[in-house]
């Protein structure tokens, strides 16, 4: 079936460092979408991409959309304690007819920043 | 205030006991869907409804039950919990459906079945 994966499932950095997540998908997707959870919190929306090839920067934040529309990164440039949570990334679900059916998560990346 | 609720935020039941969690938007969204959060499963989707009286399946549904009898409320119903429902779950609405933009997901509710 269709799924998400994503790497690494934890990452541990020390504040100032830089951190990347990875996310793939076993089909095309029409988009990708990443959300951020704090600790204790539920899933926010950051962005979602939809071209292919696309890059889209939120100030230390850039997310990129593979060229196949299969892969996608969030990275972040000199992490912050704030910056702390679980990402992920999530695509449409293409049901038999051809339509989104649902969305498919990722299991995440927690980053884990060491002051 | 744009928001999704869901009552309770937690929740402590025995094995068999009914019960309804809640969830509602004000933002006029047609998609709304439900998802539960496990230790290193990520989140997975239970149901998700594209209006009103349309429901359908998502990755792991056994076990729950929806309704959608109007456009801002969208309960999940488990007829006999179990202890493999202990969970975290969220409720989300969107405007445009799985493919078309922003998930707002509410605060969690916590269950715990003995």
């Known amino acids: 079936g269709q799924q998400v994966m994503q790497i690494p499932q934890y990452q541990h950095v020390q504040e100032g460092e830089d951190f990347t997540t990875y996310c793939n998908s076993s089909t095309t997707l029409s988009n990708i979408q990443w959300y951020k959870q704090r600790p204790g919190g539920h899933p926010v929306f950051l962005i979602q991409?939809?071209?292919s090839g696309e890059v889209k920067k939120q100030k230390r934040l850039t997310f990129q959309f593979g060229e196949a529309k299969k892969n996608s990164s969030l990275h972040i440039t000199a992490t912050q304690t704030t910056d702390v949570g679980t990402y992920f990334c999530?695509?449409?679900?293409?049901?038999w007819g051809g339509g989104a059916d649902g969305l498919t998560f990722g299991k995440g990346t927690h980053l884990i920043i060491q002051p | 205030e744009a928001q999704v609720t869901q009552n309770p935020r937690y929740l402590i039941t025995v094995t068999g006991k009914k019960l309804t969690v809640t969830c509602s938007q004000n933002m006029n969204h047609e998609y709304m869907s439900w998802y539960r959060q496990d230790p290193g499963l990520g989140l997975r989707q239970i149901y998700y409804?594209?209006?009103?009286?349309?429901?359908d399946k998502g990755d792991v549904p056994e076990g729950y039950k929806v309704s959608r009898k109007e456009k801002r409320n969208f309960p999940l119903i488990l007829e006999s919990p179990s202890p493999n429902q202990t969970s975290l779950y969220f409720c989300?609405?969107?405007?445009?459906?799985?493919?078309?933009?922003?998930?707002?997901f509410g605060p969690g509710t916590r269950l715990t079945v003995t």
């Open positions: 991409l939809v071209k």
């Open positions: 989300a609405s969107s405007l445009l459906g799985p493919g078309g933009g922003e998930q707002y």
């Open positions: 409804s594209m209006n009103v009286e349309v429901t």
């Open positions: 999530a695509g449409p679900l293409i049901g």
